[in-house]
């Protein structure tokens, strides 16, 4: 039998699939962490595809969801802020050199978005945004049918395009950025700032107090979290205009993990969209959808793109 | 012989164009004041078009380049905030009704890229982003060979994106967009703005001061208007860093008259644009053209709409 394997490098953990050529329901799934006692993110992408190799019949070709500024006409990762190291780093060539077969990579929205879009969330529709909205904030974009790759793969970088300028200041290094105001750990930020403020707030803060532990405070009732979902809201909505503004679509598709916090962030993200938007001919067939396929999106994806070249 | 009518329909003048069908040059060109003598703009359209019909041959189609808000695909103008009425205006059935030949419609900024990419700055380039800067700012988009449209032909309101929020109000009654910072009139605003709160000038201010003339007191030196090109040209490079990282194109085409002031305006768009990309691999083999159609670029893109449908 002919397999495929997937992978979804993240900066934490890297997560492998094996699938047969009849299914999208991975045969096998298999997790481990990106850096481990003293290995490097590379050295356990070897270690994690050997593991789920099938020990009889094919592997027809390998698939990589990578994070950060990816190059995938040449298979380089061009910059990765999470994983040290990765800066032009020939991905491609190192897993296709140990492993003989075919190998492709994306950046891990973009082949997100293909998931979603060609078995989940999104399926039927034309033209797709897609945000993953967790640590980081990622996007994805389908314009009739095809994902938006840009002349070297390097498009929708959605979470660094500026929303605020000289705002806060993002993973990139970068001012304003969506990713600096409305992600996770953007969110947690602006609690602690305005905690050091002396803004009131129940929550007992620490170091490492995260974006779902301000929700829980949020749900309770504490103003402080509910107001640090409204701005990262608010700033979501503006940049889903600006995005709607230049491409159009008839679906948005919101996953990560800041995005199933629901109403909090989203009323807020809503009422700014229905505010700015330029004419409710933009807005009036427009789907907003969670994302179906969760952390495996990534997976599906370039599952998606190894079917794409019929390998 | 068979020929073809494009208009380019503007808020103060309509121009008509008659080509034939193995030229990209004008056979014959006619322009006309948009509104005259109580006649509104689409009475001048079918005045424009009896008078640049050929007296033998036959007309295959008409195409028309129309300013702002347009569904291509139902061929209607949604809004067009420069022609009085014209909201939900059926404009492709009513021309289509009067001449009886195919009738093609679209954003005039989207057949400009059109237009430009098959003939003129951006030709041989895949991505391209063209941005026309004057009393508005309108945008047009090539992916892959390809103009972008989205869902209903509404797509690459380049313009009309945030850049600064809660920012000048826009002629579209939004706050905050390009348009409301680096047009030409938003230039003259935020002169005469600075002016009334007492900044210094060599201008001598009136109420119809325009772009052009704030460019050439900045070419004598005076400072104010210096910062104010500064001003627009630092928004126009933060939206250019946003759409190169949304789009990642190898080509950017600015045309309008504004874009004609040269370094006054570009020189603060490409030291932003330098300081705040992601990576020099987004710029380094990216060309910044001058658009070469100027005014006609619409015309053209006209035109290449037609021949694209094989009317």
């Known amino acids: 039998m002919d397999y495929y394997i997937c992978l979804d490098i993240g900066g934490t953990n890297i997560r492998a699939a094996l699938f047969n ?36 019949g094919t592997v027809k070709a390998i698939a990589a969801a990578a994070p950060g500024f ?39 929205a973009r082949l997100a978005v293909l998931g979603e879009w060609k078995y989940g969330a999104a ?21 009739n049918d095809q994902v938006l790759m840009g002349s070297r793969g390097m498009a929708t970088e959605l979470g660094h395009t ?12 970068q001012a ?3 990713e600096a105001i409305s992600s996770g750990p953007a969110i947690a930020r602006y609690v602690q700032q305005q905690v050091n403020n ?24 504490d103003e402080l979290c509910i107001s640090a979902f409204e701005r990262a809201g608010t700033y979501l909505g503006i940049a889903i205009a600006n995005f709607i503004h230049i491409f159009n679509p008839t679906c948005i598709t919101l996953g990560g993990g800041v995005s199933l916090t629901g109403d909090l962030l989203l009323k807020p993200t809503k009422k700014v969209l229905n505010e700015v938007i330029l004419s409710n001919e933009y807005i009036k067939d427009l789907s907003i959808t969670t994302a179906e396929f969760g952390d495996n999106a990534g997976l599906i994806g370039a599952l998606v793109l190894i079917k794409n070249r019929d390998l």
Chains 1, 2 share one sequence.
Not at 123 to 143: D, E, F, K, M, P
Not at 198 to 221: D, H, N, P, Y
């Open 198 to 221: 002396g803004v009131q707030s129940s929550l007992k803060l620490t170091a490492q107090i995260t974006s779902k532990e301000i929700a829980e405070a949020a749900f309770r009732g």
């Open 21 to 56: 050529n009849k299914d999208i329901h991975p045969i096998k799934q298999i997790k481990i962490k990106t850096r481990s006692e003293g290995l490097k993110a590379e050295g356990q992408i070897i270690n994690i595809i050997k593991d789920i190799w099938p020990i009889k």
């Open 123 to 143: 399926r039927g529709h034309h033209n797709v945004i897609y945000l993953t909205i967790s640590t980081g904030i990622g996007g994805g974009v389908i314009i």
């Open 176 to 178: 304003g950025h969506l």
């Open 70 to 108: 990816v190059d995938s006409e040449k298979g380089i990762i061009i910059k990765a802020v999470n994983i040290p190291g990765w800066e032009n780093f020939p991905l491609q060539k190192y897993i296709q050199d140990k492993f003989k077969v075919p190998v492709l990579i994306g950046n891990d």
């Open 162 to 173: 500026i929303v605020l300028p000289n705002g806060p200041i993002c993973s990139c290094g």
